[in-house]
């Protein structure tokens, strides 16, 4: 069992800046990989920056060389850095764990609402 809590969400204008984290607790042993998605209204949830036990990361072609994905293992947290925001970047974002050890398994945040707007 995983759980994780997102925050950081909020209300920022276009070309402004937040910082989201996710902090994992329970089995975070079983953990191989977090990633951050996104949902926007009428669309699909799409990966947005995934980032492995390894250190290796994965970006959407749209985010790349904006945001940034990192973590800190002693604390068990991820953080999406999103810096230089556009509209079309309001969507809820979701934090999301891998992890594998008997089973495979995925857990999800509740979500925290990003909206970029004028």
């Known amino acids: 069992q995983v759980q994780l809590v997102e925050s950081g969400g909020g209300l920022v204008q276009p070309g402004g800046s937040l910082r989201l984290s996710c902090a994992a607790s329970?089995?975070?042993?079983?953990?191989?990989?977090m990633g951050w998605y996104r949902q926007a209204p009428g669309k699909q949830r799409e990966l947005v920056a995934r980032?492995?036990?390894?250190?290796?990361?994965n970006y959407a072609d749209s985010v790349k060389g904006r945001f940034t994905i990192s973590r800190d293992n002693a604390k068990d947290t991820v953080y999406l850095q999103m810096n230089s925001l556009k509209p079309e970047d309001t969507a809820v974002y979701y934090c999301?764990?891998?992890?594998?050890?008997?089973?495979?398994?995925?857990?999800w945040g509740q979500g925290t609402q990003v909206t970029v707007s004028s």
């Open positions: 329970g089995r975070v042993f079983s953990i191989y990989a």
């Open positions: 980032i492995t036990s390894g250190g290796s990361t």
């Open positions: 999301n764990a891998e992890s594998s050890i008997l089973a495979s398994n995925d857990y």
